[in-house]
Each structure stands twice: as structure tokens, then as C-alpha cells.
């Protein structure tokens, strides 16, 4: 019984992370936020596999998509998250591109647990960033029901 009132309030309470990271994607607080329902679900950037890692940059990319064809949208134009980096005792960096830059931070997973978002960004540009992290929180979770409990 115990055990079942714990699962939900942690439901609740990533439901309500999630929402407030997605509302306020554009305020530089929610990065601490999405670190924060990172760990929520309990999940360790030094358990990230390589393949996790290519997801997590596929989530990026459907979220930036839409984002560049919609010309009302202020954002880096060519946009794109395109290499995975690793290196061995340090971790994983995901990296981007875009209209004038190649070779940016997107999302690091470090071995150490720690997690790094797009530091270059700002504002509006950091939304799909953040909407394709959590959506791959979310994919991670649904693999094994035990996360996030």
C-alpha cells in the first residue's frame, strides 16, 4: 500500500516537473529543471548507452523540425543536432550545428551523472532542446516500468 501512494505521488510530481520544464522552456531556470526530473526518474547519464544517445538526438531533431519551417519562429536557422561524441571516462556530447556555427553543445551526459544543456542558447532556441530531452526521459522510462519509481 505504501509502495503504491509512493509510485503515484512520484508520478504527480514528474507530471508537474515535466509541465513546468515544456511552459517555461525558455527561461534558463528550467535547465536546472530538467536536470531535476533527469533525476527524478532516476535515471544516470553514465548509464546512457550509445545507442540511447542516437534517440536522444532523433527526439532533438523532430522537436527543431517544425520549429525551422514555421518563419514567424525566431531561431538559429539550419538548426540541426548531428554528431555523438565520446570520450572515454568523461562521457557523451551530443553536438549541433546550425546557420552560422558548427560543432555546439546540444546535451553532454557526463560520467559523472551530470547532464549539460545547450549552454549557447538562449531563450526561444533552447525549447526543442528541452521538449526532446524530456520526450526521451519519457521513452527511457516506458523501456523499463522500474524507472521512476
Not at 42 to 65: G, M
Not at 68 to 79: C, E, F, G, N, P
Not at 103 to 110: G, N, V
Amino acid at each position: 500500500m505504501e509502495s503504491e501512494m509512493n509510485t503515484q505521488t512520484n508520478t504527480v510530481r514528474q507530471e508537474e516537473l515535466k509541465k513546468q520544464i515544456l511552459n517555461q522552456s525558455h527561461i534558463y531556470d528550467t535547465v536546472a529543471l530538467a536536470k531535476e526530473y533527469f533525476d527524478e526518474l532516476r535515471l544516470k547519464s553514465y548509464d546512457i548507452t550509445l545507442e540511447q544517445a542516437k534517440t536522444l538526438k532523433n527526439f532533438i531533431n523532430a522537436s527543431i523540425y517544425p520549429l525551422l519551417l514555421d518563419k514567424t519562429y525566431s531561431m538559429v536557422t539550419d538548426l540541426e543536432v548531428d554528431k555523438i561524441k565520446i570520450k572515454k571516462n568523461i562521457g557523451i556530447y551530443i553536438r549541433c550545428k546550425g546557420g552560422y556555427f558548427s560543432d555546439r553543445e546540444a546535451i553532454t551526459l557526463y560520467k559523472d551523472g551530470k547532464v549539460g544543456f545547450c549552454g549557447w542558447a538562449s531563450g526561444c532556441n533552447r525549447i526543442p532542446f528541452m521538449e526532446g530531452f524530456i520526450k526521451w526521459c519519457d521513452w527511457l522510462k516506458s523501456l523499463d516500468k522500474r524507472i521512476g519509481q
